[in-house]
């Protein structure tokens, strides 16, 4: 079957105005929808006296902080709703159906979901005997009681406001336009920066948050995103995988971390242990696959790769 290789503006006759730049140019447009949809939700809480504690007011707390209230919702409206909102726009509704299609993949290898569940903690584990010289004690019952419905929660709140959005619509696009390493090279940082307005409330522990803090949070969105690509593109793009795999560290470092390596449970220390955890496994992962992260480019392109990204 031959590609069409038209030009997309035949395919679109209307190319003028925002749905027009939106078409030419969906990877911007999602990027900056995601950050700007966020940051705006995100501002009452950041100004609350949660955060930089310019208007006087506080956010509810729920299950032992406010982050549910006070992020969450900024969460949804960046970028699950950019991705769906783009795609819409510049591959209608064919291109929302292969981008449900890879939120609803389940059906997928066992292996991957020991890898996902398992790995995650068995890796972070290991760093923190390391970094602690083995100065690790067993966590509470209760830690483990709460620890799959913590997951769960954390698949719905952060794997569901962000997955469907760096992963679902911008790593493909990204893939398909510049190869895997490169793609991850452009989507780390992006994925890092759209947190960095969280780093003036108490999700980013202001106001003792430092400059360095915020530099190892970032780059640990690089490297973990090596490791999550390399899941995203061995699992045949399956997200509920690549979401088990993200929430599965903010899982066990806000349950289950602090009570087993308490010599290591200031921020500080904490930062360092998921960055050196995520920087490992990231070398690991390049090295194994030779910087190909288990991309096999599709022989026949969605519409989507027809246009400008």
């Known amino acids: 079957m031959a590609v069409n290789s038209r030009p997309s503006v035949e395919r679109y006759p209307s190319q003028t105005g925002l749905r027009g730049f939106i078409r030419r140019r969906p990877l911007i447009s999602f990027f900056v929808l995601a950050n700007l949809m966020s940051w705006v939700a995100w501002l009452p809480y950041i100004l609350s006296a949660t955060g930089l504690g310019v208007l006087d007011f506080t956010f509810p707390s729920l299950l032992g902080g406010t982050q549910l209230t006070g992020v969450l919702p900024g969460a949804y409206l960046g970028p699950i709703l950019a991705a769906f909102i783009v795609t819409a726009v510049a591959d209608g509704r064919e291109g929302v159906r292969r981008w449900v299609g890879r939120m609803t993949k389940w059906r997928v290898g066992w292996v991957w979901y ?10 972070i584990i290991a760093t923190g005997l390391a970094m602690s010289e083995g100065d690790i004690h067993l966590p509470p019952a209760a830690v483990l009681v709460a620890y799959l419905p913590g997951l769960l929660l954390q698949m719905v709140t952060t794997g569901l406001a962000e997955e469907p959005g760096w992963r679902d619509f911008a790593l493909p696009r990204l893939q398909r336009r510049f190869g895997p390493l490169t793609a991850n090279l452009v989507l780390g940082p992006l994925w890092g920066l759209w947190h960095l307005p969280l780093f003036l409330s108490e999700w980013g522990g202001w106001p003792n948050v430092t400059w360095t803090r915020v530099g190892e949070f970032v780059a640990f969105c690089c490297v973990f995103s090596v490791v999550v690509t390399w899941v995203f593109n061995r699992t045949g793009q399956s997200l509920p995988l690549v979401m088990l795999l993200h929430v599965g560290v903010n899982n066990f470092m806000s349950l289950a971390y602090a009570d087993m390596f308490p ?40 519409p989507e790769v027809t246009r400008q990204n």
Do not use: C, F, K, M
């Not at 690991?284 to 992260?293: D, E, H, P």
């Open 114 to 123: 020991l890898v996902t569940l398992v790995g995650v903690p068995a890796v």
């Open 263 to 302: 010599s290591l449970a200031t921020a500080e220390q904490a930062s360092q242990v998921t960055l050196l955890a995520g920087t490992t496994a990231a070398i690991v992962v390049l090295v194994a696959t030779r910087g190909r992260l288990g991309y096999r480019p599709t022989e026949e392109p969605g």
